[in-house]
């Protein structure tokens, strides 16, 4: 089987990528019989040296190889024909912005195993860069803490190695005795916890943060049932949530009164409440300064993210009474930091982590007739059509 990693060719730059060096050099101890190469790269965060000291061949031509690796989408000039790709397709949901994309791909008999659906039989992902997000989002929320509060400076993430560094710039960071509110239990909140644990931030359970005072800055990891209440006032369960999450209204309030920092690391599910609308923010009880929404959906759950912000330009500002953007220095504004692409800002750890993740369940599924199901999980399209899964896209694709 002959592997190529190819150039990431989206703007603006993603220095990701699939496989690292050292990836790849485990790859053919594992399985002798890959052939690997990869596209020369000015932006990889990983120079072509390394590739060619792990033994993976460098070539501009990738034609001949039977999977191609990328992160973000392959523009569709770039796309070779009757191949095996691999890539974030952000066509799933029906992207308006990427519906050429999905349309190319049928057109050139390609096979597209899109990154968001690698997953196991009970559909959690197996590979994803939701944990690079939660690390950097974390930071990016204290560092907008810093700006709004005109309290402390410290430099954008992008600029630091990596994980540690950001850890050792918080860990100096003196933070007064704020409430932070993390929500959110999966690789995002999971990510943004080890920030917080590694800057010496101490966490308390929901009861204490909601009736204590504290004389150093806390913080509180909450769950679904935390901040979501049954309309009827029957016992809920997690369970019950995501099966009737029409049943549930939302109860963040109660946590909006006492928090200063709002880091959102949560999954939002269709038809579940929002946890704080524009009406809410509008109220003088809401007591949030500053959001870090990690998880950045667009005017929807948590009402202060208008639109995704930049890793150039993170930091914008939403007036709570008009629901506009503003000044984030504007006192009474809320200052959001919502940029969507945070992984970007830390490439090679992400890529590190994301990479030991496609060799365990990926890699060895060519070689075991796909035996859990995870390719065919993954596949997209095949023989010019959708497969069956993704039979919901073709009215997308024709444009209706």
Do not use: W
Request: charged fraction near 30%; charge should be negative; glycine fraction near 8%.
């Amino acid at each position: 089987m002959k592997i190529g990693i190819v150039k990431e060719r989206k703007n603006p730059p993603d220095k990701r990528v699939v496989l690292s060096p050292v990836a790849c050099r485990k790859v053919k101890q594992q399985f002798p019989d890959v052939e690997l190469f990869v596209e020369p790269s000015d932006i990889r965060v990983f120079p072509d040296k390394d590739y060619e000291d792990a033994g993976v061949t460098l070539t501009g031509d990738v034609s001949h190889c039977d999977v191609l690796l990328g992160v973000k989408e392959v523009p569709t000039e770039a796309l070779i024909p009757d191949k095996k790709y691999f890539f974030f397709s952000h066509t799933i949901k029906k992207q308006p912005y990427n519906r050429k994309l999905l349309e190319a791909v049928l057109d050139r008999n390609i096979e597209l195993y899109d990154h968001e659906v690698i997953t196991a039989p009970n559909g959690q992902r197996l590979v994803a860069f939701g944990r690079y997000a939660g690390i950097v989002g974390a930071y990016n929320g204290i560092r907008a803490y810093g700006l709004k509060t005109g309290l402390f400076t410290i430099p954008k993430a992008e600029t630091l190695a990596d994980q540690q560094e950001l850890i050792a710039v918080l860990r100096k960071t003196e933070l007064p005795a704020v409430k932070i509110l993390l929500t959110g239990k999966g690789r995002v909140g999971g990510g943004a916890k080890e920030m917080l644990d590694g800057m010496g931030v101490r966490e308390v359970l929901p009861d204490e943060y909601l009736t204590d005072n504290f004389a150093e800055p806390v913080y509180c990891q909450i769950d679904v049932l935390d901040y979501n209440k049954r309309k009827d006032g029957a016992k809920a369960s997690a369970e019950d949530f995501y099966k009737h999450p029409e049943a549930y209204e939302s109860d963040f309030m109660r946590f909006a009164r006492v928090t200063d920092l709002y880091m959102a690391g949560h999954f939002y599910g269709q038809g579940a409440p929002y946890l704080f609308t524009r009406q809410d923010a509008a109220t003088s009880g809401f007591k949030i300064s500053v959001v870090a929404d990690i998880s950045c959906d667009i005017d929807g759950p948590v009402a202060s993210t208008i639109r995704a912000s930049t890793i150039a330009d993170p930091v914008y500002g939403y007036d709570r009474v008009t629901g506009e953007e503003t000044d984030y220095r504007k006192e009474g504004a809320i200052a959001v930091m919502a940029v969507d692409n945070l992984p970007c800002e830390l490439p090679r750890d992400a890529s590190e982590g994301f990479g030991d993740m496609f060799m365990t369940y990926v890699i060895p599924a060519f070689f075991n007739g796909d035996q859990d199901g995870v390719l065919e999980r993954a596949r997209m399209t095949f023989g010019g059509k959708l497969t069956e899964r993704f039979a919901y896209l073709r009215d997308y694709v024709a444009g209706k």
